[in-house]
C-alpha cells in the first residue's frame, strides 16, 4: 500500500511517518528530507535548491520527480506500506507519480491522507520545532512546554545522540510563505484526485501524536481505538 500524506507544513506529517515506520515497520520517503539531505552533503543539487528552501518555496517538479524516481529505484521495496511524506504537493507532480507508479503498482492500492490544522496551531508548532543535525537522522522534537515530543536530553537527540538544531526554513517569514504556497496548491491537488475517483481521507492532527496514530489507524482501516 501507498500512502500520500498531504497536509500544510508542521502538521506532523513527518512525525506520523516515524511513528508508521518504528511501529508498524513500513518505509518513509519524505521529499523534504531529500533535499536538506542534498543541501548537507553540498551535491549539485543542494546548490541549486537551498535558496528556495530557505525562503519558503517550492522546488521545482522535475527536481523533486527525479529524486523520487531515483528513491523508487534504489529503495522501494513492494513487501511493506510506503509512506509519501510531503510528495506530491503539485499537480504536476501528481500527474508524475501516476507514471512511475503505473510501471509497477496498481493504483487501487494508494491511499490519500490529508491532514488539517489551523495556521495559527502550525505556527507555533515551528516556532517550537528542532530537528537533529545529522542529515541521516533528521528526528522531529518540540521545545513546547508539555510536549510528547520534547527530547529526553535538553537539545539532544534520543535516535543518534545528535545536536538538535532549527530549520533553516522555520523563520517566521518562511513559514509564512510556505503556507500560502500549501494552501495554493492544496485544492487543485485533492481535486485532481477525486476527479479521477481516489478518495481523500481527512485526518485531523489537532492533538497529542499518539492519537492522532490511532485515529489514523481506524481511518486506513488498520485497527480500532
Ligand atoms: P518539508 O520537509 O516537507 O516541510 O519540505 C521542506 C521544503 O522542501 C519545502 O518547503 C520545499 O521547499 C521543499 N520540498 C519538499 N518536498 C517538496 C515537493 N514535493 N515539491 C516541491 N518542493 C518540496
Known amino acids: 500500500m501507498i500512502y500520500l500524506f498531504i ?5 506532523g506529517k513527518g512525525s506520523l ?3 508508521c515506520v518504528d511501529k508498524l515497520d513500513w518505509a518513509q520517503l519524505s521529499t523534504g528530507n531529500l533535499c536538506r539531505e542534498h543541501i548537507a552533503r553540498q551535491t549539485e543539487i543542494g546548490k541549486q535548491i537551498d535558496f528556495a528552501i530557505k525562503s519558503g518555496k ?3 517538479d ?3 520527480v527525479d529524486m523520487v524516481r531515483d528513491w523508487l529505484e534504489q529503495s522501494f521495496s513492494q ?11 503539485t499537480v504536476p507532480q501528481a500527474v508524475a507519480l501516476e507514471g512511475l507508479l503505473n510501471r ?3 493504483s487501487s492500492k494508494l491511499k490519500i491522507i490529508r491532514f488539517f490544522l489551523d495556521d495559527d496551531v502550525i505556527v507555533d508548532r515551528l516556532t517550537n520545532r528542532y530537528i537533529c543535525r545529522n542529515d541521516a537522522c533528521q528526528a522531529v522534537y518540540s521545545l513546547a512546554e508539555g510536549s510528547t515530543l520534547a527530547p529526553k536530553k535538553h537539545m539532544v537527540c534520543d535516535e543518534c545522540g545528535g545536536e538538535l538544531i532549527r530549520r533553516s526554513d522555520d523563520t517566521e517569514a518562511s513559514i509564512r510563505e510556505r503556507l500560502k504556497t500549501y494552501h ?3 485544492h487543485n491537488l485533492l481535486d485532481f484526485y477525486r476527479n479521477n475517483g481516489k478518495k481523500v481521507l481527512e485526518l485531523s492532527v489537532a492533538k497529542p501524536l499518539d492519537r ?4 489514523f489507524k481506524v481511518l486506513v482501516g488498520l485497527g480500532s481505538l
Open 7 to 11: 497536509g500544510p507544513p508542521g502538521s
Open 17 to 19: 511517518s516515524k511513528l
Open 58 to 60: 517550492l522546488v521545482s
Open 62 to 64: 522535475k527536481l523533486i
Open 79 to 89: 513487501k511493506g506500506s510506503v509512506i509519501f511524506d510531503g510528495f506530491p504537493r
Open 104 to 106: 509497477s503498482f496498481s
Open 184 to 186: 495554493d496548491h492544496e
Open 212 to 215: 492522532v496514530f490511532e485515529e
